[in-house]
């Protein structure tokens, strides 16, 4: 059960048909007696999924330093490069047998998590596993293209969209830009066509942070995406305003309008670039 929809570069992924979202989570009287929460830091993170599993016994695994520990039983390792590599290790310790479905399956959600392994949570253990995985019939080139090079023509107008209207504080040192519902509604696109969009702003030379503002389709609200180079721990950040991830890459949702999000959050960032570059 996933409060989003598939995100169409990922409908490749065998099982991605069984993932139930169409749920009326109001009328729902669905009584769960457990429900295992995968890589999410704070509950929120599952959205209105918390209404249909308020009632279960809560298995948290995650690997989030920002992880709240909201289980009955919660299984953290901040140390993993992603939940799927937590995932692989269930599989070795139970002596489960790993099928090449399973191990499509293993493989994206490391990639995917690492940034396709060039992210600092990269590991040595992150390239054993891979390496294990890529023994199955798994094409990485084939893998990649889906997930990254697959992008339609109006995602990417949008995106040029996007770019015309970047911002940059005074002293470079932070980014930010935004997509709104009228855009998405020009352009016909669902809000996870954008999930890629911020890696493009986080290469600007001279930026230590990168913000991506998206308004929420449904409800008001404005879900931030955030992206350090090093030196800046966004999670602390991104904690501030209810939401959590790494210290290099994190996010929130700002219960405000477009404008009063952008100012609060980039006034926290100057904040924060201010104290590590100042000393104080």
């Not at 709240?68 to 939940?83: L, Q």
């Not at 047998?97 to 990269?122: H, K």
């Not at 339609?152 to 504080?169: D, I, P, T, V, Y």
């Not at 001279?206 to 030196?231: M, P, T, Y």
Request: glycine fraction near 6%; include cysteine; charge should be positive.
């Amino acid at each position: 059960i996933n409060a989003d929809n598939v995100p169409k570069n990922l409908k490749f992924l065998p099982g991605q048909e069984r993932i139930e979202t169409g749920l009326d989570f109001r009328k729902e009287q669905i009584e769960f007696d457990a429900a295992i929460v995968l890589d999410s830091p704070v509950l929120e993170r599952i959205g209105k999924v918390r209404e249909l599993i308020k009632n279960a016994y809560i298995i948290n695994i995650d690997h989030h330093v920002s992880n709240e520990r909201f289980g009955h039983i919660n299984w953290t390792d901040h140390k993993a490069s992603a939940a799927g590599e937590m995932v692989y290790g269930l599989y070795k310790s139970s002596s489960v047998p790993i099928d090449v479905q399973t191990a499509l399956c293993l493989y994206v959600a490391i990639m995917t998590d690492t940034g396709s392994f060039r992210y600092s949570n990269t590991t040595p253990a992150t390239h054993r596993i891979v390496a294990e995985l890529l023994n199955f019939d798994i094409n990485p080139a084939q893998i990649y293209e889906f997930i990254y090079e697959t992008k339609s023509f109006e995602a990417l107008k949008m995106l040029g969209e996007a770019l015309e209207n970047l911002n940059r504080s005074r002293d470079g040192k932070i980014v930010w830009f935004k997509v709104t519902k009228k855009m998405l509604k020009k352009y016909n696109l669902p809000l996870e066509s954008t999930e890629s969009f911020i890696d493009v702003v986080r290469m600007i030379e001279g930026s230590e942070v990168a913000v991506f503002f998206r308004e929420l389709e449904s409800g008001v609200g404005i879900k931030v995406s955030l992206r350090s180079k090093c030196r800046i721990d966004v999670n602390k950040i991104a904690k501030s305003f209810g939401g959590g991830g790494h210290s290099l890459a994190s996010g929130c949702v700002i219960e405000k309008k477009m404008e009063t999000a952008e100012k609060l959050l980039v006034k926290e960032i100057k904040k924060a670039i201010k104290k590590r570059f100042s000393g104080k």
